[in-house]
């Protein structure tokens, strides 16, 4: 939970939480995710897709669902929740899928099965009596994740919120005080074979302590681990949400983003290779030259690099000893050994085994006859005239 | 697909330039417009061009290039005034300038007052780690959109997640990035026709898509087939013969051991080399006469200075020994430095009016080229002479004949170049150029009235009356500013005629050139698809039917599909047939001088563009009247 810094103003006695309550509970849901590490994750009640914006940055997560009652508040800004540009220039290591759909919690999907997180920030008091009395069947004895994060107001700390007559929000259906969502959260809990912690953001100024947190939490862990299949009395096949929106991330686990990453810094590496080998770099072992440069910190690291982590020591020392390890020029083409393309951190790293290099660049890099060695064709330039 | 601006690409299918850190997105460029007979889809193959490349990468590469003693210097000049994306979000930031003094572990301080590492921030906000921990830190200044007199906001950026976007002024010069990248994205008719039908299956195929066409009423039809014309091959004049090019659209050869229309003798000129380069200029010198007899170019031993390697050194040479009489300077260079060039080159065009003529001792250099390089050199300094080289039959008695084009100022960015070049007589032959600066955004009419002006006296000068038909063609018009040519320019340059004197009323042409459009036209020959022959004219089915317009392939297309040019007659009341005017058109794309061949545009728009490139790249200013008769742009 963060340290939340509350400021009262004196001269109007308002309250102003830093951060924004709304960015702790965002944050709050980001600490759960750093921690246990859950790999889908569903957000009902996602309304604008901030919450799933920011859990798209979390590497562990692979699937990320949002579902809302109201689609056009989804549509306006689920673009955010697509590819960027660079990430189809610099896939990231793990898969991530992103889907919204249309529906409501009172309703059952298969859709949400077999889910790690489901968080419901902010949502059970805008539920209707009807909705709120189908939402633990449907979210625990149905979806049952494994985790279940459910946020909601605090009533007894409204008389320290100016403006607050009756609730906080014109469309919420009800506020309830700390008992009242203690007693229903306890109550589904044993009823679907779940444990239930309470929690809160939004610590009350200094003497008001006892009206609790602005904000209450209920943090629910499922009691039994599930095991593989999904065991459900009801074979539920009917969908009755409608999926909105779908965006798949590129991904170096897609094997055909792998393979275009691995060849291009195959080639980019093999061109730089080219280029030393015919003299137009500058030696890199220069020293500094009078300690005109010492001022100057970066130092880009070496672009080849003689012991990699992949590479056990002794396989390292066999390579220094292996001369057939240097690239060498032969007419207009030049050997590059793959042993030396595997070299390269990038390479190295995206690949991991030399098989898998062999393998990638297998018909993508031109090779020599006996597929030894990468090679490249020197060609002359043909520079334009001035005039 | 992806949208990005107007046009859909498909990152998921890249082509990827790992040499030069380049990748493509495949896509199209597409726009459904109502043309002579039917609504039509018109789609063409585009592609986007990323820089998979961050800035931290180029930093790298730059520093293992050069002298480390420059790189702060370098880095900054190459860096400063780029765009950049960065990688966690969509957003671009202008590099103001390089904060070498920051790290990534140095923190900076939050919106609620807290402080934060950069490291800390980035892996918190967008789970990202960064390796080098001792990179500097870019600077943006992002200016407040409502009140220009609040403080700009500074933002600082990591290198490591910062992409390059476009191609710089270093990259397009880059010769071999620029082939590499043609390659990729230059295909020809077969493929090109390829890839457009697959869009079109799939348009058809996939459900969603046809759903929304038939949910307005529409269906996407067939291919269009319709039929041009292709105009006869022009013969090329010369002083005492007439060619028939053997190669409709290229008569470099057929010119060899042909007399040029007609230069006065190069008798009293300055050539500058420097110190080393002395045995090349000789050569060059040898070279030069050998051609210029056969072309009936006669050509006097200069006088030659040689200078130390020094930039400065060659603008004081040039100062101190270029006199009135001088007829030309020719500066033999070392390497291709700007700013020598520039220094040149401004001093030539303002403060003494002398034609120029440089050249790369690399060029002179290369085993075997002499010949060739000489004959290319010798002809453009007969222009910059003022001399004539070829020409057409022109059918129509006093036509004058104009070009307009527009550029950017490199320098200044709120500057735009103006050039107007005007023919001044019967057999097109002869031009008058000027230059004019103007500040972007307001409109060029008044510029466009002062040189037609100049263009109508010179005119009158050389031929003793007023050119009876004037034809404008004018280039460097920007989508959505059609309208203001047609409602505000075209009155303005008419006023200017009626104004001059009474009973002076010329038959006036004015016609929007356009060298970027999305219709490609194929032909089919032996069951593929090839590009039609140079010469063809198409104004039936792809042209818009409220509109005078025509396409026409002015253009050789060794690589790739040829691109037609298209012509919109905005202002006509010259009572010519269309075919008239477009043989026309095709004949002025016979007249430009710097290359012995059809080019895609009009001479007179050419040369527009090359005055406008010379002034905004290097000189900057209005170059002096004195040089206006002659093309020493070129």
């Keep these: ?387 | 697909m992806y949208q990005v601006g107007r046009n859909f690409y498909s990152p998921s299918d890249p082509v990827e330039i790992p040499q030069h850190k380049l990748t493509l997105w495949p896509g199209f460029a597409v726009s459904i417009t109502q043309f002579e007979n039917r609504v039509m889809l018109s789609a063409d193959v585009s592609h986007k061009v990323l820089r998979s490349e961050t800035v931290l990468e180029f930093m790298t590469s730059l520093y293992t290039r050069i002298d480390r003693a420059c790189f702060i210097q370098t880095c900054e000049k190459e860096l400063v005034g780029l765009i950049v994306l960065t990688r966690y979000n969509n957003k671009t930031y202008r590099i103001d300038d390089i904060d070498w003094c920051v790290k990534p572990t140095d923190t900076f301080p939050k919106r609620d007052g807290t402080e934060i590492s950069y490291v800390d921030y980035y892996k918190q906000q967008y789970d990202i780690v960064l390796t080098d921990l001792n990179q500097p830190m870019l600077v943006s200044r992002l200016k407040s959109k409502q009140n220009s007199t609040v403080e700009p906001r500074v933002v600082h950026l990591i290198p490591e997640l910062c992409y390059l976007t476009g191609l710089t002024s270093r990259a397009i010069s880059d010769f071999r990035l620029m082939k590499d990248l043609a390659q990729e994205m230059h295909l020809n008719p077969e493929q090109r026709q390829q890839r457009l039908s697959r869009l079109a299956d799939n348009i058809q195929r996939i459900k969603e898509a046809r759903l929304e066409l038939e949910m307005w009423g529409l269906q996407l039809g067939c291919q269009v087939s319709l039929t041009g014309r292709v105009v006869p091959t022009e013969k090329i004049l010369m002083q005492e013969q007439t060619c028939l090019p053997m190669s409709a659209g290229d008569w470099s050869k057929d010119m060899r051991n042909m007399k040029i229309i007609g230069v006065q003798p190069l008798d009293n000129w300055l050539m500058l080399c420097s110190n080393r380069n002395g045995e090349l200029a000789e050569n060059l010198l040898n070279c030069l006469k050998r051609v210029g007899g056969p072309m009936g170019f006669h050509i006097e031993y200069p006088r030659i200075v040689q200078v130390q390697e020094s930039p400065m050194a060659f603008l004081r040479a040039v100062q101190q020994h270029v006199n009135p009489e001088v007829q030309l300077v020719m500066c033999v260079l070392s390497s291709n430095q700007k700013d020598c060039y520039d220094s040149i080159k401004k001093f030539l065009s303002l403060d003494r009016p002398v034609p120029s003529q440089c050249v790369l001792a690399r060029t002179l250099n290369k085993q075997g080229m002499m010949m060739s390089v000489a004959t290319k050199i010798a002809m453009q300094i007969i222009c910059k002479l003022g001399g004539e080289l070829w020409a057409v039959e022109i059918p129509l008695k006093s036509l004058m004949v104009i070009g307009i084009d527009v550029n950017k100022d490199d320098l200044n960015k709120g500057s735009s170049v103006v050039g107007f070049v005007a023919s001044t007589n019967s057999k097109i032959t002869r031009w008058f150029s000027r230059c004019i600066l103007r500040n972007s955004g307001t409109d060029i009419a008044d510029c466009l009235k002062v040189c037609m002006k100049g263009a109508i006296s010179k005119w009158h000068k050389y031929n003793c009356e007023l050119p009876a038909r004037i034809i404008v063609y004018r280039d460097g018009v920007a989508d959505g500013q059609l309208k203001m040519v047609v409602d505000y320019e075209v009155p303005q340059l008419l006023s200017v005629l009626t104004e001059l004197t009474t009973n002076y009323s010329p038959k006036v042409s004015v016609i929007v050139v356009r060298k970027k459009c999305i219709p490609r036209f194929f032909t089919e020959a032996n069951r593929s698809l090839q590009n039609p022959p140079v010469g063809t004219i198409v104004d039936t089915e792809a042209t818009r039917p409220e509109w005078y317009d025509f396409y026409l392939i002015s253009q050789l297309a060794r690589q790739g599909t040829v691109n037609p040019t298209y012509y919109n007659v905005v202002y006509d009341n010259s009572g010519l047939k269309p075919d008239h005017m477009q043989r026309l058109t095709y004949k002025m794309c016979h007249l430009y001088y710097n290359w012995p061949g059809l080019i895609r545009v009009p001479a007179p728009c050419q040369y527009a563009h090359k005055l406008t490139f010379l002034v905004g790249q290097s000189i900057h200013r209005e170059p002096s009247l004195e040089l206006a008769d002659k093309l020493f742009y070129l």
């Design chain 1, 1 to 387: 939970m963060m340290d939340t810094n509350l400021q009262k103003d004196d001269l109007t006695g308002i309250i102003k939480f830093i951060p924004p309550l709304y960015k702790q509970r965002y944050q709050f849901i980001k600490d759960l995710v750093i921690k246990y590490k859950p790999k889908k994750v569903a957000d009902l009640g996602c309304a604008d897709c901030t919450l799933l914006w920011m859990l798209k940055f979390c590497k562990c997560i692979e699937e990320l669902a949002g579902l809302d009652i109201r689609e056009n508040v989804m549509k306006e800004k689920m673009h955010r929740l697509s590819p960027l540009p660079a990430d189809y220039l610099q896939p990231s290591e793990r898969s991530l899928t992103v889907t919204l759909h249309h529906g409501s919690v009172a309703h059952k999907d298969p859709c949400m099965l077999g889910f790690d997180l489901v968080t419901c920030i902010e949502l059970i008091e805008h539920l209707e009596a009807a909705e709120l009395e189908k939402f633990p069947e449907v979210v625990f004895g149905f979806m049952a994740p494994a985790m279940v994060v459910i946020s909601t107001p605090n009533s007894e700390f409204n008389p320290l919120l100016p403006g607050v007559t009756l609730f906080r929000h014109s469309d919420h259906k009800f506020e309830w005080d700390r008992a009242q969502f203690q007693s229903w959260a306890v109550a589904a809990a044993t009823r679907y074979d779940y444990t239930v912690e309470f929690t809160g953001l939004g610590t009350p100024p200094p003497g008001t302590e006892d009206v609790g947190f602005c904000t209450q939490i209920g943090v629910f862990v499922r009691k039994y681990p599930k095991n593989g299949e999904i065991v459900n009395s009801e074979k539920h096949t009917e969908h009755a949400y409608k999926t909105v929106f779908k965006a798949v991330h590129p991904s170096l686990k897609d094997e055909k983003y792998l393979q275009n990453a691995v060849v291009s810094e195959v080639l980019f590496g093999a061109d730089i290779i080219k280029r030393r080998l015919l003299g137009n770099f500058k030696s890199e072992c220069k020293e500094h030259s009078d300690g005109l440069e010492t001022k100057l910190k970066f130092q880009p690291f070496k672009y080849f690099m003689r012991c990699s982590k992949n590479l056990s020591l002794a396989e390292t020392e066999k390579l220094d000893a292996d001369r057939s390890m240097e690239p060498f020029i032969d007419g207009n083409t030049v050997y590059i050994p793959l042993a030396k393309i595997f070299s390269i951190p990038k390479v190295n790293q995206l690949c991991g085994t030399f098989e898998k290099l062999s393998k990638l660049i297998a018909g993508k890099v031109a090779l020599s006859n006996d597929g030894s060695a990468v090679i490249v064709t020197i060609e002359y330039e043909n520079e334009e005239q001035e005039n």
